[in-house]
């Protein structure tokens, strides 16, 4: 382990004017307010500035270069470390008395850190982020749905009508509390929606296969078809080919300026399971089937 004069970079001859000014110079260097996110300058300045606690004080530095104590402290408490230094995350830096090294000529310096240190002392509480699993057909529709929290609380979450999977709803002031004059963070929901083999949306129109059979293909017919607000009658037009599509006006989503999307229904002639006896004779009974070619018409 570095001695704290290494820490500092000054000899162990140095006197206590040197071993101030060296360590202003790395704490302007290293102090967390000033490289916000960088955990090796914070670490680097914890070990500069417990150097400089044990060497600042003439008995701590005497009892050291006596070898009573070691460059720790030994047998200090750590929370005796540089004005109470390695308390909590944010306290450790909060009190006014650690800045009163940067008096005289670095008030400016000085005057940032107690701004800092007050600022934090009274900062906003964060926001925390919570997903929400809801169906595809109330991301269409909209819907009220609480939430519970991992400590047991929970929060009502109104989803509006037309939400896409990812989009994240904010609610203001439901995040964890601030501290002193600080207001509390706000909750993010995002939103997963989960898929529904009926549907695929694209933009704000949906569409669906749908199954029909070969009379209602040949004949037409009114067939129900599901909607996310539920089923509706639609005609099929007689002489459907399968992959026709047709279109239901305003059963999509909702238009952020307006409105709603369509659903398109894409028909898909089934037949029927196990083959029919009967249907079989009419194909191979039937002329004109044999001679048209669909595929010369595409």
């Not at 206590?16 to 202003?24: D, G, T």
């Not at 279109?247 to 659903?263: E, F, I, M, N, Y």
Request: charged share 30%; glycine share 12%; no cysteine.
């Amino acid at each position: 382990m570095s001695s704290p004069y290494e820490k500092l970079g000054v000899a162990p001859s140095a006197s206590a004017e040197e071993i101030q000014k060296a360590y202003r110079k790395l704490a302007k260097k290293l102090h967390p307010d000033l490289n916000p996110g960088d955990k090796a300058a914070e670490d680097k300045f914890k070990d500069v500035a417990g150097a400089y606690d044990l060497l600042s004080d003439a008995d701590k530095r005497r009892r050291y270069d006596a070898g009573e104590i070691d460059e720790t402290g030994a047998e200090r408490p750590p929370q005796q470390f540089y004005r109470d230094y390695a308390g909590s995350d944010f306290g450790r830096y909060a009190s006014d008395a650690g800045y009163a090294d940067f008096g005289g000529n670095d008030d400016v310096f000085a005057d940032l850190f107690r701004r800092n240190a007050e600022a934090r002392a009274n900062r906003r509480g964060q926001d925390l982020l919570y997903r929400l699993a809801i169906s595809f057909a109330d991301s269409v529709t909209g819907v009220s749905q609480r939430l519970t929290l991992p400590g047991g609380g929970t929060l009502d979450v109104t989803i509006p009508p037309g939400i896409l999977d990812g989009q994240t709803l904010r609610l203001k002031g439901k995040g964890a509390a601030g501290m002193g004059k600080g207001g509390p963070g706000d909750a993010l929901i995002e939103i997963e929606v989960k898929p529904d083999a009926r549907f695929t949306r694209d933009g704000d129109d949906i569409t669906i296969d749908l199954p029909i059979s070969l009379s209602e293909a040949v004949l037409g017919g009114k067939v129900r078809v599901p909607t996310p607000t539920g089923d509706v009658t639609m005609t099929v037009p007689a002489g459907s080919n399968s992959g026709s599509t047709l279109r239901l006006k305003g059963k999509g989503a909702p238009r952020a300026a307006g409105g709603r999307g369509d659903q398109l229904v894409k028909l898909r002639i089934m037949l029927p399971k196990p083959g029919d006896p009967e249907l079989e004779r009419f194909v191979t009974s039937w002329e004109a089937g044999k001679t048209h070619n669909p595929r010369e018409a595409v």
